[in-house]
């Protein structure tokens, strides 16, 4: 049974560092280009973590921007973040129970959050319900079986990282969400691939904040040796010393409206 991450005040400060990176920055563009946003639309921002999404809407739009997450040690750091963007408003939520009013959005990004939801389906019921008639969202996932990531012991890594798939209840999710998008109610108006690549592990690359996270989680959860878990970490160390690093990872994002 997959266990989703719930996040005290040094996790959320971890994922911080991960959305800091540049990978992390092209993939909310990515998004962001997707919706094609203008005017006075207002936003939704589920799942807004560290609050880097909300704070890069507001400047793009005349309307309100709302960041909902349910975890308040991201909501604070997302209040630091948009402190300075007046058409920001960050509130509790949770993606199952949203607290928006009916057809209120425009627009919406989900992303990275249906991943760790246990009732997918009340989810995007509640995208559905929160959409305005052609209203649009920007539904964005990863399938973990795009992981490209090299190892000179693959069964090592294998190991390492088959147990860290086991951080969400859905770790292919990029790949399947078209079904349950239309059962919600929603048309899929077409779907992307985004690719992170690193060919290095500097710190301050999305791989090395990722390999730290990976290591501390399967760890955490005695679900892989320590010793098991530095060996892997060493030998990305040593391919990284010689210019071997090579670290992919493709996600998908859903660009879907409300029936008009």
């Known amino acids: 049974m997959a266990e989703t991450i719930?996040?005290?005040?040094?996790?959320?400060?971890?994922?911080?560092?991960?959305?800091?990176?540049?990978?992390?920055?092209?993939?909310?563009?990515?998004?962001?280009?997707?919706?094609?946003?203008?005017?006075?639309?207002?936003?939704?921002?589920?799942?807004?973590?560290?609050?880097?999404?909300?704070?890069?809407?507001?400047?793009?739009?005349?309307?309100?921007?709302?960041?909902?997450?349910?975890?308040?040690?991201?909501?604070?750091?997302?209040?630091?973040?948009?402190?300075?963007?007046?058409?920001?408003?960050?509130?509790?939520?949770?993606?199952?129970?949203?607290?928006?009013?009916?057809?209120?959005?425009?627009a919406a990004t989900v992303v990275q959050v249906y991943q760790?939801?246990?009732?997918?389906?009340?989810?995007?019921?509640?995208?559905?319900?929160?959409?305005?008639?052609?209203g649009r969202a920007m539904v964005y996932h990863t399938d973990w079986d795009s992981l490209v990531w090299r190892s000179t012991n693959r069964a090592r890594a294998k190991r390492v990282l088959e147990a860290f798939f086991e951080h969400c209840p859905r770790p292919h999710l990029g790949s399947e969400l078209a079904e349950p998008l239309r059962e919600g109610g929603l048309v899929v108006?077409?779907?992307?691939?985004?690719?992170?690549?690193?060919?290095?592990?500097e710190e301050g690359t999305f791989a090395y904040h990722l390999m730290e996270g990976v290591a501390k989680y399967v760890v955490d959860r005695d679900a892989v040796d320590p010793d098991m878990a530095e060996a892997w970490i060493e030998d990305l160390r040593a391919l990284e010393a010689t210019g071997g690093t090579f670290f992919s990872l493709t996600q998908y994002g859903y660009l879907v409206r409300s029936p008009a």
Not at 116 to 134: K, M
Not at 189 to 201: A, F, G, I, M, Y
Request: contains cysteine; glycine residues 6%.
């Open 6 to 106: 719930e996040y005290d005040e040094a996790e959320a400060r971890h994922e911080e560092l991960i959305y800091e990176t540049g990978e992390a920055a092209d993939r909310r563009r990515f998004v962001r280009e997707a919706l094609d946003l203008e005017g006075d639309e207002r936003v939704l921002s589920i799942g807004c973590g560290p609050g880097f999404e909300p704070a890069e809407l507001a400047p793009i739009v005349d309307g309100e921007v709302v960041g909902v997450d349910r975890s308040e040690a991201m909501l604070a750091l997302a209040s630091r973040r948009c402190n300075d963007s007046p058409n920001v408003t960050l509130t509790t939520g949770d993606a199952t129970d949203l607290p928006i009013a009916d057809e209120s959005a425009d």
């Open 116 to 134: 760790y939801v246990d009732d997918l389906e009340a989810a995007i019921d509640e995208l559905a319900r929160v959409l305005r008639p052609g």
């Open 189 to 201: 108006d077409r779907v992307e691939p985004n690719c992170l690549l690193d060919t290095r592990l």
